[in-house]
C-alpha cells in the first residue's frame, strides 16, 4: 500500500535554531501533502497544504514566515521550522493524498510524525 | 462550518464490543473516515464509509451511518489489548481532485480494561 516516510521521528534543538522535517511518498507521486501539528491530547490541526510546484497554502493563524513549506518534487515536502522556540514543541504530522482507485474517497497516508523539542 | 464532536474517552473490557461515536454539521459530507493513531505515531486509515451508505463492515469493524442525524459509528468486535489508541473520526467533501484536507474530531482515547 501507499506510505508515507517522515524524517527525523524526533529532534531535539536550541531555541533560535531551525530545523527541517521531511515527508516522502516512498511508492506513489503526491502532488499535494498535508502538515499538521498535534497538541498533547488534541486532535490534529492542519496548518498547511503542499502543492508541489506552487507555494503553500496556510491555514489561517499560522505564520507562512516561521514554517517554511518547500515541495519541490512529486515525493518530497518539507517544513523548516524557524527560529524555533520552546512553544513551537509538539507533534509534526505529515500525509499525502493517494490516488483514488475509483472509489473517489479523498484518503489520506499519514507519516508516523516528528516529535519537536525545542529546549 | 465544519465541525466534528467525539467523546474523549471511552473504556471497555477485553473481549467487549467497542463503539465509538461521532457526529459532524456538514451536511455535504462525502465520505466518513475512521483513523487509528498508537502513541506516538502518525494515523493509520481503518476505514471510510460514502455517505450514501448506511453501513460498512470490514472483519471486527463495523460502520454505521445516520445521515439525517449526522451521526457515524464504529463498532470494534472482541476488543483486544491491541486497539487500545486514539480514534479520530474525519470528514472531507471530495472535490475530484481538489487538494481537500480532512476535518478530525479531537479523538476518542480507547482504554481496554483487563
Known amino acids: 500500500g501507499a506510505v508515507v516516510s517522515q524524517h527525523p521521528s524526533w529532534v531535539i534543538c536550541k531555541s533560535g535554531t531551525s530545523v527541517k522535517i521531511e515527508c516522502r511518498s516512498l511508492d506513489f507521486q503526491a502532488t499535494t501533502m498535508f502538515w499538521y501539528r498535534q497538541f498533547p491530547k488534541q486532535s490534529l490541526m492542519l496548518m498547511a497544504t503542499?502543492?508541489?510546484?506552487?507555494?503553500?497554502?496556510?491555514e489561517q493563524g499560522v505564520e507562512k514566515d516561521k514554517f517554511l513549506i518547500n515541495h519541490a518534487s512529486l515525493t518530497l515536502s518539507t517544513l523548516t521550522v524557524t527560529s524555533a522556540h520552546p512553544e513551537d514543541s509538539s507533534f509534526y504530522i505529515c500525509?499525502?493524498?493517494?490516488?483514488?482507485?475509483?472509489?473517489?474517497?479523498?484518503?489520506?497516508?499519514f507519516g508516523a510524525g516528528s516529535r519537536l523539542t525545542v529546549l | 462550518g465544519e465541525d466534528v464532536e467525539q467523546s474523549l474517552f471511552l473504556s471497555v473490557r477485553e473481549g467487549d464490543s467497542s463503539v465509538i461515536n461521532c457526529t459532524y454539521t456538514?451536511?455535504?459530507?462525502?465520505?466518513l473516515y475512521w483513523y487509528k493513531q498508537e502513541p506516538g505515531a502518525g494515523l493509520q486509515l481503518l476505514t471510510y464509509?460514502?455517505?450514501?451508505?448506511d453501513m460498512k463492515q470490514d472483519q471486527r469493524l463495523t460502520v454505521l451511518l445516520n445521515k439525517k442525524d449526522k451521526h457515524l459509528s464504529l463498532r470494534i468486535a472482541d476488543t483486544q489489548t491491541g486497539d487500545s489508541a486514539i480514534y479520530f473520526c474525519?470528514?472531507?467533501?471530495?472535490?475530484?481532485?481538489?487538494?481537500?484536507?480532512?476535518?478530525f474530531g479531537k479523538g476518542t482515547h480507547l482504554i481496554i480494561q483487563p
Open positions: 474525519a470528514e472531507s467533501i471530495y472535490s475530484g481532485g481538489g487538494a481537500d484536507g480532512l476535518t
Open positions: 456538514d451536511s455535504s459530507s462525502t465520505y
Open positions: 500525509s499525502a493524498r493517494v490516488p483514488p482507485r475509483g472509489s473517489g474517497a479523498n484518503v489520506l497516508t
Open positions: 503542499s502543492n508541489e510546484g506552487s507555494k503553500a497554502t496556510y
Open positions: 464509509i460514502f455517505s450514501n451508505m
